[in-house]
């Protein structure tokens, strides 16, 4: 059963003025320490598309991967890390996004995804949609089909959704 929001909330830290001043930084640590709050989140995100097909679960490095791995086993599907360049062993597809300053890139590993595979792609913060956007990009461009996206966190004034089109999304907590 999922803990309300405002449960889940409560062990959400705000700590002012990091990374930069004027920024209010989401720390999730406490959620991750109570076992109740953390098994409260899988419950949230797994609820939100335990209706839908999902063959693969796509984690985004590095806090993706501690909720996408748990969410998928719950949703009987297999998990697949989307990295940082140079972390993975084997022959890559790479996707190059643009930041506020600068660009980054990700990379999966080529036979990660099949074509016509659904793929949930879960991460702990959509903010500016940049990192989600070019997760979705990458798994299309192996033949995947999103299914949706999950995240712990939305922050609603960073508009990210408007990146991820139509596709379905479900954010457990947003914050303006």
């Known amino acids: 059963m999922a803990a309300a929001p405002d449960d889940l909330r409560s062990h959400v ?40 097909e999902v063959d693969r679960v796509v984690g985004v490095e590095s806090r993706g991967f501690i909720f996408g791995a748990p969410v998928a086993c719950r949703l009987g599907a297999g998990f697949v890390p989307v990295r940082k360049p140079g ?14 300053y600068g660009t980054d890139k990700l990379e999966i590993h080529r036979d990660a995804i099949h074509p ?6 879960v991460d702990d913060v ?17 033949g995947g089909q999103i299914a949706g996206l999950a995240f712990l966190l939305e922050l609603d004034n960073l508009n990210g959704r408007s990146r991820l089109g139509e596709r379905p999304i479900r954010s457990l907590l947003h914050y303006g």
């Open 13 to 52: 830290r705000d700590i002012a003025d990091y990374p930069t001043e004027g920024v209010t930084f989401r720390d999730i640590t406490p959620l991750l320490g109570n076992a109740a709050a953390f098994a409260a989140a899988i419950d949230g995100l797994v609820g939100g598309f335990a209706h839908v």
């Open 87 to 100: 972390k993975l062993p084997w022959a890559v597809a790479r996707e190059e996004y643009e930041l506020e």
């Open 116 to 121: 016509g595979e659904r793929i949930l792609i």
């Open 126 to 142: 959509l903010a500016t949609g940049g990192t989600a956007a070019a997760t979705a990009s990458l798994v299309e461009t192996l």
